[in-house]
């Protein structure tokens, strides 16, 4: 029996057993039938005389089946052998002809596997090497870019204010010439007038000596006789004015450069950028990988979980101090913690009794979240602030976010990081701080630039890294993997889909909320659509707020009503 299609796995609750008639829960592979198998299918397959020898594995490790490809000479047989010497596949038939004999002949299943896991390895270095690395340095040159803008910014700022302080200058001193000369021409014009009225004065003087003489030369004046003689007064002497001289500037654009400055590439040879030896991650991206494989050691110890064949109700009760239940946090001490979509936020046991309450600017959004030491970190928009609630009740405020408005939550179950959806005016973006609330990575936008999200009211964390967002702007559900590239989107199973709370299990089922058909749907683990696990036959009316609790319960709110109901589907 050939694997389920996606079409077909839509229209199963699990994945089923290869078996013929068998309709159970397929979570093991035997690699040598290429079938997935139930454990009580498992069983009797080892014990088989035939098939005792298969190697069976479970379904997440399985060998993936060789391509079929018809052999040209034998058509009616597949290629499933490789010849070394030739390096070439080839059927069985062909194995046997002259031309390759004595050849060392493979198995070309073999290779193919060993080849699928060198690509496999290949392909994890891009993901988690090669992207992160080269998209940190693409983060510097974009920061790079910024900086030199910045000072290119400054510099323009710095040589247009000293050219105006040296115009200033220059109109200062033009204004001082300019009056400098106004007070030589007065004294020089007011010398030369005083020349002036020397010479009018003579003038005046010989004129009237002029009469003088002509009236004792007169026949008949007797006078001249017994006159003294006259002696006419010299031409006063007067002074030519020396003309002021202008000595023109003499400079050139390289003294006006000079005097501004100018902007140059220093004479020395730029820094390469450092890029992060592979064998040498950061200690983050190290430690969540070594978290990774913990997680994924639980739940290898946890290989006999699955799906159940049906969802049972466990318990039910009514959290009092809320209206509705928009979205539910669970405690380590098994508390649990309910908000409506009026800031209420409340903290009851398992029997419903209320322990605290208080009032936030929260709405219909995840806005909070129980950390692994048990405490609650929960956002407020307005104030654009992430509190802390210890388990002594203390309130003490735990990150700042600047101009971003925090919408929704996450504590990471693998290594206690925070997980933040937020938004500013028309952007938005997830924001990943470590416990200590410092900011270690935003994921904003996919490999094309295209913004990943619109409005990521619900965020959560998958047992691989990835990150799931319930985008309500979007109408889907977005999910990246740790290094924040994207990995696949989610958008229902009808012509609209309305996601609300996301959460996910120990075995990387994503569980998550519809407000159009009020259901909860399940996924696998990479966006493949599995049941609606949560409808109107289960007594859901109206799904908002769900949370997986570490005794695989689903914890399940809604909006119209303040009841949770737990559930159990796993086994």
């Keep these: 029996m050939s694997e389920p299609s996606d079409e077909q796995a839509a229209m199963q609750h699990y994945l089923v057993c290869g078996t013929e008639d068998c309709q159970k829960n397929g979570q ?3 690699n040598a039938c290429h079938r997935p198998l139930c454990e009580q299918c498992k069983d009797k397959h080892q014990k088989s005389p035939n098939t005792q020898n298969h190697e069976i594995v479970l379904y997440r490790h399985r060998k993936h089946q060789l391509p079929v490809e018809l052999c040209q000479d034998h058509p009616t047989r597949n290629k499933e052998l490789f010849c070394r010497e030739c390096s070439i596949p080839l059927c069985s038939k062909c194995s046997i002809m002259k031309e390759h004999k004595g050849h060392d002949i493979d198995d070309l299943e073999e290779i193919y596997t060993g080849k699928y896991a060198v690509w496999q390895g290949e392909f994890s270095k891009i993901q988690k090497y090669f992207l992160p690395t080269t998209n940190d340095l693409k983060s510097d040159i974009e920061e790079d870019v910024t900086e030199i803008k910045k000072i290119m910014k400054s510099f323009r700022a710095s040589i247009k204010a000293e050219a105006e302080s040296l115009k200033n200058l220059v109109d200062e001193v033009t204004s001082e010439s300019i009056e400098n000369t106004h007070t030589m021409e007065k004294s020089l014009l007011k010398m030369l007038k005083s020349q002036e009225t020397t010479y009018d004065d003579y003038i005046t003087y010989l004129w009237k000596m002029s009469d003088e003489f002509q009236e004792y030369l007169s026949i008949t004046n007797k006078k001249l006789l017994f006159t003294k003689t006259l002696k006419i007064q010299p031409i006063p002497e007067t002074t030519k004015p020396v003309p002021p001289e202008f000595i023109a500037g003499r400079f050139s654009k390289n003294d006006i450069t000079k005097l501004l400055g100018k902007v140059s590439v220093p004479n020395r040879k730029p820094e390469k950028r450092k890029i992060q030896p592979m064998e040498a991650e950061s200690a983050h991206m190290k430690s969540t990988e070594k978290q990774l494989e ?3 050691e639980k739940s290898d110890m946890k290989q006999t979980l699955s799906l159940s064949s049906s969802v049972t109700k466990v318990r039910e009760y009514s959290v009092p101090g809320v209206d509705c239940a928009y979205h539910v946090s669970v405690d380590k001490s098994g508390r649990l913690w309910v908000s409506d979509s009026k800031g209420n936020l409340v903290q009851t046991d398992l ?3 209320l322990l605290q309450k208080m009032q936030t600017s929260g709405g219909f959004e995840g806005y909070h979240t129980a ?10 928009q307005n104030k654009k602030v992430i509190y802390r609630i210890t388990q002594d009740r203390k309130i003490t405020e735990f990150i700042k976010t600047g101009d ?12 206690g990081d925070i997980l933040v ?3 500013k005016d028309e952007e938005t973006k997830v924001t990943r701080y470590n416990k200590a609330g410092k900011e270690i990575q935003h994921i904003q936008r996919d490999n094309q630039g295209k913004e990943l999200y619109k409005y990521p009211h619900y965020i959560t964390e998958n047992i691989n890294g990835d990150i799931c967002t319930s985008d309500i702007n979007n109408e889907k559900v977005v999910v990246v993997n740790k290094s924040g590239q994207h990995r696949f989107s989610y958008t229902g ?6 996601p609300y709370g996301i959460c996910t299990d120990a075995i990387g089922h994503i569980l998550v909320c519809d407000g159009i058909s009020n259901t909860v749907h399940l996924l696998d683990q990479d966006g493949g659509f599995l049941s ?15 949370c997986v609790d570490d005794e695989n319960n689903l914890h399940v709110g809604q909006f119209l009503t303040n009841t949770v109901t737990v559930y159990k589907y796993l086994q």
Aim: charged share 20%; aromatic share 10%; with cysteine.
């Design 351 to 353: 029997q419903g009794n």
């Design 28 to 30: 093991f592979y035997c």
């Design 532 to 546: 609606v696990i949560l409808s109107s036959q289960q007594g859901i009316k109206s799904s908002r707020g769900v």
């Design 493 to 498: 199973q009808g012509s609209r889909f309305c």
């Design 404 to 415: 971003w408005k925090p919408i929704s939550i996450h504590s990471s179950r693998i290594n």
């Design 421 to 423: 959806g937020m938004y």
């Design 294 to 296: 913990q997680s994924k």
């Design 371 to 380: 950390t692994r030491d048990g405490d609650l970190i929960y956002t407020d």
